[in-house]
Every structure is written in C-alpha cells, then in structure tokens.
C-alpha cells in the first residue's frame, strides 16, 4: 500500500531551477566523492539499481555503463535535467528509466539489486523508516546517504571556503529569518512541511544509532554525509 504525499504551493527556488540546485548542493557538499563512493560500492557488474529520489542524476553520472538505472522524482524539471545530461554524453549508461513517482508507490519498485536512498531521509520525516523497510523488501542491497546536520546553525561543516563563510554567517541569523530562507532557497521541496522536517535533528552519533537500528552495519563517513548498507545475502535478483 502506498502512502500519500502531500504537496504545498511553493517550493524554493533551488527546486524551481536543477541549475541553482546543481550549484548550491555543489557549493555545499563534495558532491563528486559522494557520488562516485555510492557508485563504487555498486559495483561495476551488470545490475538494476534504483534511485529514489534522483534529483538532478548525479548518482547516474558515476555509474558503470553495463548498469540499468531507474530514477524517480516528483521534480518533472530534474528528471528533464537528467534526460538532457544523458542525451549530451554526460552520463554514460546505456539504459536509463525515468519515472514521475512517488517513493512511497512501494508496489511499483519491483525487484531491484539496488536501491539508493540519498537525501531523502530528512526531507520525509517521520515516515522515513516506513521508506527504509519497504526498500528493504524490495532489493537485495538497500545504499542510504544523509547529511548528520541539514541547518547551518547545527554545525555544518559546506565543502568550500566560501560555503563554510557564508554557514558562519547564517549561524548568527535569527530563526524566524533561517525559516524565511528554508522557504525561498533552502530545504522547501513543496512537499513535506518545515515543522516536519525541523524534527530531523539528528547528530552523527545519534544519525549511526538510526543506521545500526534499520539494519545498516557498514557505515562510511564523508565529512558531514554518512553513507550506510544493508545487503540481503539470501536474496538473488537476476537483471535483465
């Protein structure tokens, strides 16, 4: 059974623009070490690998070209994104699947060898470990990736000098006003709320303590991101 998601009438801007959203997440985290460490832990085998949600593909990007991708949004404008990247050369994958989905349509996952779960996490609470079980269920091997901090003011680190210059600035703003810029420029994807997502306040102890509880024994560390897996060994997915 699916979950209903609801939708809000605006979204920031990053999530009116995949290129604001390609430079801000860029400006903000080492998105290539990201990627290309959740593409390496894949593998380089032929497999199905699922990626919910997919932004702007740039998990695609790393990814061997023998790999069958599939990737969901609910962001028409980002799945455009990934179609013109593939259609230029940028990413190499011989087949790729885009779908305007919800992640909460677990009966449309089929199966998967892969399912990749990156910064989704935060933006779901607090049905994120319903999405976790049900990817479960799903593939043989589940990949999650969250950041142990999403608000400046909580000690984010930002990949650059001049992302960690402009957090040190934010930090001293007020909350009313951090909430104005959630809404126009920051984590507002028009679908969960602020005060839901607020409640996301997980630190890097207690961020591994959830891991370790869903099952994901093997964690990896990247500055303020956490890559986690949980693989299946008695499951078999044949690809096709």
């Known amino acids: 059974m699916s979950a209903q998601t609801t939708t809000y009438p605006f979204k920031s801007l990053i999530y009116q623009s995949s290129r604001l959203y390609n430079w801000l997440t860029r400006f903000l985290y080492d998105q290539k070490k990201k990627y290309m460490t959740i593409a390496k832990l894949i593998g380089n085998t032929s497999k199905r690998v699922l990626d919910i949600p997919c932004g702007t593909g740039y998990l695609a990007r790393y990814l061997h070209p023998s790999i069958t991708y599939e990737g969901w949004d609910l962001n028409y404008k980002f799945l455009k994104r990934i179609k013109k990247d593939w259609n230029k050369g940028r990413i190499r994958l011989k087949k790729v699947i885009l779908k305007n989905n919800n992640v909460f349509n677990f009966n449309d ?5 892969v399912i990749v779960l990156c910064d989704i996490l935060h933006h779901i609470y607090p049905k994120h470990i319903e999405l976790v079980e049900n990817a479960k269920k799903h593939a043989k091997t589940v990949i999650i990736c969250e950041p142990k901090v999403i608000r400046p003011q909580d000690n984010m680190n930002g990949h650059d000098l001049l ?5 040190k600035i934010i930090k001293i703003f007020p909350a009313r006003l951090v909430k104005i810029m959630d809404f126009t420029l920051g984590d507002n994807d028009g679908i969960n709320s602020y005060s839901n997502r607020n409640c996301w306040k997980y630190n890097e102890k ?11 024994s093997k964690i990896y560390s990247l500055m303020d991101d956490y890559i986690g897996i949980w693989t299946d060994k008695n499951k078999n997915v044949t690809c096709i």
Do not use: P, Q, T, V
Request: overall charge neutral; hydrophobic content about 40%.
């Open 109 to 113: 996952y089929g199966e998967k060898d």
């Open 163 to 167: 992302a960690r210059c402009a957090i």
């Open 206 to 216: 207690s961020l591994i303590e959830l891991y370790n509880k869903m099952g994901f």
